[in-house]
């Protein structure tokens, strides 16, 4: 996961320095306000909101990324240059204080920056209406009952709803669903708590260990971009792009559906 290695290698660093290479990156800013803000901050908390990485600085602002399609954070030591390093499009530069750099580069130039007062992140609006994240300590069971209660959508459209819970996607909202025996065309509304108690759990249970295999197989620690969600767990997916293959719990055919423009997997006999 992305926030987590930047988290590793940010937390407590200063920033010595910010160029901006492609001043479209910070639309709001000019390269030279960009810089200035960033000058000679120290890190105090890297936290990610929806696909925005949200970084607190020490001197009260805060520094939002949107990495789009295709942007990437990667850290080099101190000297290298990142064109001979293979990174191509390198729109922006940070050195620490530890004399590393990290480059952001984005080879569809999609990607987005801003830096905004900290006290007034909540006014940031495309910042708003995200539900937590599953790890976050808001994304408790009872907030996920509430959400159901008040919802007429079917469980696996409520776990894919930005609005509800951030970034559990389509993958992992299968699979936790099939985890905890749930069929996923069921109104939200009308699990039971037990059932809910159990879907919390798998939610978390099955990112935590989608992570896990993705942070094994990560051989380059200086790749930011984790992969997590991009096949690195796919061994271990039970339904995920199983069509037609046996349930590895019951031996029935995994099913495909439509679902709100996505697929679903599920097992028929072990979701209810
Ligand atoms: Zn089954």
């Known amino acids: 996961m992305v926030v987590r290695h930047l988290r590793r290698l940010l937390a407590g660093r200063r920033i010595e320095q910010a160029r901006l290479l492609r001043?479209?990156?910070?639309?709001?800013?000019?390269?030279?306000?960009?810089?200035?803000?960033?000058?000679?901050a120290g890190i105090d908390k890297v936290g990610r909101r929806g696909k925005h990485i949200v970084i607190e600085l020490g001197n009260g602002w805060t520094w939002i990324t949107h990495l789009r399609m295709s942007g990437r954070f990667q850290l080099l030591e101190a000297g290298l240059d990142p064109k001979a390093e293979g990174i191509r499009f390198t729109h922006a530069t940070f050195r620490l204080d530890d004399e590393r750099q990290l480059i952001f580069s984005d080879q569809r130039h999609f990607g987005l920056m801003m830096v905004v007062e900290t006290a007034r992140l909540g006014e940031v609006a495309s910042l708003r209406e995200l539900g937590p994240e599953p790890f976050d300590a808001d994304f408790s069971c009872d907030y996920l009952e509430s959400r159901c209660r008040e919802s007429r959508q079917a469980i696996k459209l409520l776990l894919l709803d930005q609005s509800k819970v951030v970034g559990?996607?389509?993958?992992?909202?299968a699979e936790a669903l099939f985890r905890a025996g749930i069929d996923p065309r069921l109104a939200a509304g009308g699990l039971t708590r037990r059932r809910l108690v159990r879907l919390h759990r798998e939610i978390v249970e099955v990112l935590r260990e989608a992570i896990e295999v993705g942070s094994t197989l990560n051989t380059d620690p200086q790749e930011v971009y984790g992969r997590y969600g991009n096949g690195a767990f796919e061994?271990?997916?039970?339904?995920?792009?199983?069509?037609?293959?046996p349930c590895r719990k019951c031996g029935e055919l995994v099913r495909r559906f439509t679902q709100g423009g996505r697929s679903t997997y599920f097992c028929e006999v072990c979701q209810r």
Do not use: S
């Open 23 to 40: 001043p479209r990156l910070v639309p709001d800013l000019t390269p030279r306000q960009f810089a200035l803000r960033l000058r000679g």
């Open 168 to 173: 559990l996607g389509n993958i992992y909202a």
């Open 235 to 245: 061994d271990n997916w039970r339904v995920y792009d199983r069509e037609g293959e």
